[in-house]
């Protein structure tokens, strides 16, 4: 649970304090490896200076530790990656065994729909064990299931595109809507058999934002642009609270997902928040 006092003086904090002080991993204070995230590289370290993005996640500072845990464990320094996570509310309990297991499971199974840059999140045998728990993906995107409950998912892979200023561009296209509902199918599918349904967390960020513009796939299957990258350098998401499987976690789903394209002053395609 965040210190109170931390997040009070957030704004006047060092982020990097501020991020320690609030209970990574659920320390305390004191948390011995403080020194250590001063050394963490500049991109890294960026995400934790950015000031809406820790603004956003201050009372869920984990989603911040482990944004930055991930891109450095995978050395994905200053790469633009869409990322979305899910982790239980703090008053959330259950046996985290059986959650383990069935989330391999989720995993192995993965979306119906698999036609896309990262494969409907679709494990196979291709699970294996991760840091915090069980991983699968391949090259320009992941899915990990953490031992405590959380859910991480990312993709790095963006195509390119044409613009008027330029050559060409990296691109987040309008279909990585998709991504959205994909996640929140299988962590439902991981949760399912808990009763009752669990309560959690979710976010997203769009991590390098400044670096991609938004471009629309046609009828045709061409990649057209569409609008310029972004002004700021990350774009997080608000942490939305849902029960797993109810209303407002379809609801919530919906909010993320309309956001990507929102940000870029466009619609969401039609179809693609649809839970499959």
């Given at each position: 649970m965040a210190n109170p006092q931390a997040q009070s003086t957030f704004r006047d904090a060092d982020?990097?304090?501020?991020?320690?002080?609030?209970g990574y991993g659920g320390a305390s204070s004191s948390w011995?490896?403080?020194?250590?995230?001063?050394?963490?590289?500049?991109?890294?370290?960026?995400?934790?200076?950015?000031?809406?993005?820790?603004?956003?996640?201050?009372?869920?500072?984990?989603f911040a530790a482990r944004l930055v845990e991930f891109i450095n464990l995978r050395q994905l320094e200053g790469k633009p990656m869409l990322v979305l996570q899910a982790r239980p509310t703090s008053d959330t309990s259950f046996d985290v065994a059986a959650v383990e297991?069935?989330?391999q499971a989720a995993m192995r199974q993965g979306c119906k729909n698999t036609r896309?840059?990262?494969?409907?999140f679709f494990a196979g045998s291709q699970l294996r064990p991760?840091?915090?728990?069980?991983?699968?993906?391949?090259?320009?995107?992941a899915f990990e299931a953490h031992r405590d409950g959380?859910?991480?998912?990312?993709?790095?892979?963006?195509?390119q595109v044409e613009v008027p200023s330029k050559k060409a561009a990296i691109a987040v296209a309008n279909v990585y809507a998709v991504m959205f509902p994909q996640f929140f199918e299988v962590v439902a599918l991981a949760l399912e058999d808990l009763d009752p349904p669990p309560m959690y967390c979710i976010t997203a960020t769009l991590v390098g934002a400044d670096n991609l513009v938004y471009a629309e796939v046609t009828s045709s299957g061409r990649l057209v642009h569409k609008a310029p990258a972004l002004a700021p350098q990350?774009?997080?998401?608000?942490?939305?609270?849902?029960?797993?499987?109810?209303?407002?976690?379809?609801s919530s789903m919906i909010a993320l997902a309309k956001g990507l394209a929102g940000a870029y002053g466009q619609q969401t395609p039609r179809g693609a928040i649809d839970l499959a």
């Open positions: 982020p990097i304090e501020w991020l320690a002080a609030s011995p490896l403080q020194a250590e995230l001063k050394g963490l590289p500049m991109a890294a370290r960026g995400l934790l200076q950015d000031d809406l993005l820790m603004l956003r996640l201050r009372e869920q500072p984990e297991r069935s989330a896309n840059e990262w494969d409907g991760c840091f915090q728990g069980w991983e699968t993906g391949r090259l320009g995107w959380h859910f991480f998912a990312a993709i790095w892979t963006f195509p990350n774009l997080q998401w608000p942490v939305f609270e849902a029960q797993v499987g109810g209303m407002s976690w379809t």
